[in-house]
């Protein structure tokens, strides 16, 4: 049994409310690993986000905060640090979350204390990480984040948002690669990425992590389903989750509604934007915003659909579904780097007529959908509890310092 881990855990963000997938495979990480050894969870904090930092505490962790104030998006001066990134080297997203403030207090930290083990998570936190005085430094990767600015360049309506993005894939492949450079293992939490990481970066440190899902948390309730409804549940101020569930009002449910008139749409996930407000106007589509609880919408739903185009990483909200027992119709990009299986217990299908056949073939095949639902949940029971992925995380952990103290001759 190894020694308990002094680590300091770099997130820009508490993790309540759990809203994002993200935020909600830290936590699945994060309650174990709390619980197994010692954790600083250093974040940026904004007014109104203490209850989420006493949340935090209250699972185990140690919490430091700096304070901090997110420019809103769509503002004058969001626009101006779009405008003003041209001339960084950086993408947005990493200069927008990096905090010298931040960095100081982690500095501070190292030096007061004897910590094992630096993890920073995600590569956009990484300028607050690379370069501390840490015994070892672990990267979590939660996506390729080049990979979906590059899928955005390609596919983004609009010549102006193209270019952009075609901007910021060139530079985070820049930054991403090098800065992956500077930790002694990165976490991955797909197969597909680590081959990706070692195609594009040339890494040799990557280990994976699978998908963890909750159990306990996402129970099923087949006495609450509701045989025409429909549901997405995903962060809609995340754009490749818009991009989807646009396409999907737009192209794929006026065929859906035309074979089956009573099926109903909700999307539920918070800060939507204005264009998808506006999605509610179709028939049958009910935007359903920020909730307290995404489980009663799981429930209620005959089935999930997953209709990405553009994403990285994999898919939380796949999982949460099939934990729930539940139909899930997904892209294949949707459902990239999970170990699913296609007819068994998901229906993947590409987007446009493929995706409106096979969401038909499944409302108005009861059977067929719950011998689907009940094999979703058998995989997500035998193989993603979060405790299972928190050891998996625990060991690379565990080996990135025994390896460092070795390299350091002090074992």
């Known amino acids: 049994m190894h020694q308990p881990m002094k680590i300091l855990f770099l997130q820009k963000r508490p993790l309540f409310p759990a809203d994002m997938g993200g935020k909600i495979r830290t936590l699945n990480v994060l309650r174990y690993l709390a619980a197994w050894h010692e954790v600083t ?6 007014a109104g986000e203490e209850p989420g930092v006493q949340e935090m505490r209250e699972i185990g962790l140690r919490v430091e905060t700096v304070p901090w104030v997110e420019t809103p998006r769509s503002t004058l001066k969001f626009y101006g640090e779009l405008a003003a990134n041209l001339f960084s080297p950086n993408p947005y997203n990493v200069d927008k979350d990096y905090d010298p403030q931040l960095r ?31 015994a070892a430094k672990v990267l979590f990767e939660h996506n390729v984040e080049a990979q979906i600015f590059e899928r955005h360049a390609q596919q983004d309506e609009g010549w102006l948002r193209r270019k952009y993005m075609g901007l910021q894939w060139r530079k985070m492949r820049q930054f991403e690669g090098e800065a992956g450079q500077q930790f002694d293992a990165v976490v991955a939490v797909s197969h597909q990425d680590k081959e990706t990481y070692i195609r594009d970066y040339n890494w040799d440190h990557v280990q994976v992590i699978d998908t963890a899902v909750d159990l306990d948390f996402f129970q099923p309730d087949p006495a609450a389903e509701q045989p025409h409804r429909i549901v997405f549940v995903g962060s809609m101020d995340w754009l490749p989750n ?26 539920v996930g918070r800060n939507p934007t204005p264009m998808v407000e506006q999605l509610g106007r179709a028939p049958g589509v009910e935007i359903m915003g920020t909730v307290p609880d995404i489980r009663p919408f799981l429930a209620e739903a005959a089935l999930a659909v997953v209709p990405l185009l553009v994403g990285g990483g994999t898919r939380l909200k796949i999982f949460e579904a099939m934990a729930m027992q539940k139909a899930v119709v997904s892209t294949p990009l949707g459902a990239e780097g999970l170990e699913v299986t296609s007819g068994d217990n998901v229906q993947l299908a590409n987007a446009g007529p493929d995706f409106a056949n096979a969401v038909v073939d499944l409302l108005q095949d009861a059977d067929k959908r719950h011998k689907m639902a009940a094999a979703a949940r058998q995989l997500v029971e035998e193989n993603y509890s979060a405790e299972t992925v928190a050891r998996q995380f625990e060991a690379i952990c565990i080996q990135a310092v025994d390896s460092q103290k070795t390299a350091a001759g002090t074992v």
């Open 104 to 134: 100081r207090r982690a500095e501070e930290l190292l030096a007061a204390e004897q910590y094992d083990l630096v993890v920073c998570d995600f590569v956009q936190m990484a300028r607050n990480a690379i370069g501390l005085p840490a």
């Open 41 to 46: 969870y250093l974040c940026n904090v904004q």
């Open 242 to 267: 818009q991009d989807g569930v646009r396409h999907f009002v737009e192209q794929v449910w006026p065929s859906i509604r035309q074979r089956c008139p009573e099926a109903e749409f909700r999307v």
